[in-house]
């Protein structure tokens, strides 16, 4: 009796010690989410002497240093821009995604090599905060940054305008009018269908698809990518060329070369369009900085280059030659990320980016070239989805809407202006093939 009575307390213990476990577990996770998806939950980021409202210039951006990227602190301080402080505002993504990762909490790994994921079905892969001790921390950055909720499962830029720029005498020497089209395939939350849009044949990951509408000597250029689920597997690219009335597909080394003419290279989409595999990442510390974060419909914006029956007008440009959006800047939480190309014969040596912690997206990019020198800086704005078109409010996508390639070296940049739409009807998956680029080209 005595022993039945000692074997059921024993169970009890275990049992009691079992929940306790799990509580703890749970908690512990729960923490995690909230961490990594709500920042600003309990405490609303500050620096000595900056508040919402005020100008940073010349005359008082020594003040400011820590809080600003170096490459941009040097436009301020020679007098091209300044920065206007917004309130820090939470920016929050759709509860789907954040349930999708709670789901897989720990479920996620890193393979043997880099490019390589085990687990991994939707939502942020590594939500946990990177540690300076972990070697592969950059790297679970890089993969949270790719699987990302950027542009949501599907969305649109209709229209896009990009516009070259000479900084020293402020020509706009060309306007570009686009339509840009993406579609994930697979990690999708939201959007039906989910989790997987099937069939699949090539296990593709995402697809984006490039339309010139204007000017006459480039319509009807046509980008089709297709970014393959096994980030070993190199891209498949093809661009039609409405001149020539034909598709080829495009060479690996074509994605580093200026597209269109511009100063941006395809690897440069939104912040970094290129595999995992193709760099090695480096985490370099997680800090406060002012980033390009903003309510459109309270901004400045631009009538006379979009002006639609909607009444949506996109950003202003201003500063030195035109090049630096009109937008404010919020005080936020960021993963400061290193990547340097695999390939020694990439044109660069090296990019610096500037993840934001909450949303993933990489809205600062400085980059060098083979010699270590600065060469380009890359802005992206965001914008907030409940302050934007209707048809964005509530998606919990962080809205592309402005951006900036400066480069330093060649006093040039090209600006871009966005009309972002979360509509998957804009976004069909008979988009995204060879096909579709061959009948809408003829």
Known sequence: MRNRTM???????????TVSFLATTAFADEAVITESFYPYKTETPSFEGLEPGMVINQTNVAQF?????????????QGWTTI???????????????????????????G?????????????????????????????????????????????????????????????????KF????????????????????PNPSDL????????????????????????????KRDNSWLYLGFQRRVRRLATGQVTDAFLGSDLMIEDFE??????SDMDWTYKGTRYMLMPFYNHNELKLDSETHSDSDGYQVVAFSGQGGCFPDITWQLRKVFEVESVPVDESHPLSKRVHFMDAQTFTIPRTVSYDRKGSLWKTFTIGQAHPDHHLPKNKGTGVSIDDSFSMIDVQASHCTTGQFKGQVDPEMSPPNMFNVQYLRATGS
Request: charged residues 25%.
């Open 7 to 17: 074997n059921t307390f024993k169970r009890t213990l275990l049992a009691g010690c």
């Open 65 to 77: 240093k820590d809080i600003i990227d170096p490459a941009f602190y040097g436009f301020i301080e």
């Open 84 to 110: 206007v402080v917004g309130e820090t505002t939470s920016f929050d993504l759709h509860p789907s995604y954040v349930e999708a990762t709670r789901v897989a909490m720990d479920q996620v790994t890193l």
């Open 112 to 176: 043997d090599q880099v490019g390589e994921i085990n687990g991994w079905q939707a939502g942020r892969p590594f939500p946990e905060e990177p540690s300076a001790e972990d070697p592969r921390a950059g790297e679970k950055l890089a993969w949270n940054y790719k699987y990302g909720y950027n542009w949501g499962d599907s969305a649109a830029i209709s229209p896009f305008y990009w516009k070259y720029r000479d900084m020293n005498s402020g020509d706009v020497e060309r306007t570009i």
């Open 179 to 198: 339509n840009f089209h993406f579609l994930n395939y697979k990690g999708r939350v939201n959007q039906e269908p989910t989790p997987e849009i099937t």
């Open 205 to 232: 990951f995402r697809a984006i698809y490039v339309q010139v509408l204007d000017p006459a000597d480039v319509r009807d250029t046509q980008l089709l990518i297709h970014r393959a689920a096994d980030d070993l």
């Open 271 to 276: 912040g970094y369009n290129g595999r995992i």
